[in-house]
């Protein structure tokens, strides 16, 4: 059974910096993409970042580059999302999710992790 597993969300101060961590369980991603999601309330789940597993190549919504990073750990089956200069209206829901990359359906997804920040 596939399984994404998020961590890593708090309260943070506007300005400050969170690292969530996603842990992979159930197959190899070899061939998918990883990527994060968000989700405020009120409002519909957005595209944040995407890792291709195989070569650790990146891509990043407008919105947060320059201050996200995404990373995977290979070994550790895990991906993670640095997010540096908080803004308030980054408060949200934090999904893991996981794709074919020959795919344009996010398939598998984790439980979501708060992520909340205050001003």
């Known amino acids: 059974q596939v399984q994404l597993v998020e961590s890593g969300g708090g309260l943070v101060q506007a300005g400050g910096s969170l690292r969530l961590s996603c842990a992979a369980s159930?197959?190899?991603?070899?061939?998918?993409?990883m990527g994060w999601f968000r989700q405020a309330p009120g409002k519909e789940r957005e595209f944040v970042a995407r890792?291709?597993?195989?070569?650790?190549?990146?891509y990043y919504a407008d919105s947060v580059k320059g201050r996200f990073t995404i990373s995977r750990d290979n070994a550790k089956n895990s991906v993670y999302l640095e997010m540096n200069s908080l803004k308030v209206e980054e408060t949200a829901v934090y999904y893991c999710?996981?794709?074919?990359?020959?795919?344009?359906?996010?398939?598998?997804w984790g439980q979501g992790t708060q992520v909340t920040v205050s001003s």
């Open positions: 999710a996981a794709r074919p990359i020959l795919s344009t359906v996010w398939n598998t």
């Open positions: 159930g197959r190899t991603f070899s061939g998918y993409f």
């Open positions: 890792i291709n597993w195989s070569n650790g190549v990146p």
